[in-house]
């Protein structure tokens, strides 16, 4: 019995998810890509859009490397350590993106599931390495569906966003 046995199912169901998805992500942008573009656009995606498909992708990657048959766990260990603190780099970078862009006024909720969340799942994985490995093992579980629910609710919103807009405008 490896210390992973029980958890494949999790992140088989996590892992796909992420990448159903962030291939889901690519058509809705896809589909508002011919929709006029408002001053600031680029710095604007790149706070608000980027991140959820990162975060997706963080998601994707961390159930591959769970899922993969590490003989120990070391590898495992110090991969999601080193993943969370480049998540939490990734967040400070989000932070100045958010402050600079001039397209969007951030409230509250944008603050939240933006940029607290996020931190705060990719904090977790990067303290998972001072742990004991089982409750490491439910840290990484909870950081992942962390991020999960972060850009399932990013995606959920800038869609409707979009949407909002577009009905304010008008038809084309």
Sequence with gaps: MTPLAGWENFYVIVGSSAGALIGLQFVVLTLIADRPMV????RASDAFSTPTIVHFGAVLLLSA????PWPGTGAITALSGLLGLSGCVYEF???QRMRLQTAYKPVLEDWLFHLILPFVAYATLAVTVLVAFRIAMFAVAGAALLLLFVGIHNAWDAVT?????AKREGPK
């Design 161 to 165: 966003y979009h949407v909002v807009s």
């Design 39 to 42: 001053r600031d656009f680029q």
């Design 65 to 68: 490397m769970v899922s993969a």
């Design 93 to 95: 970078v989000v932070f």
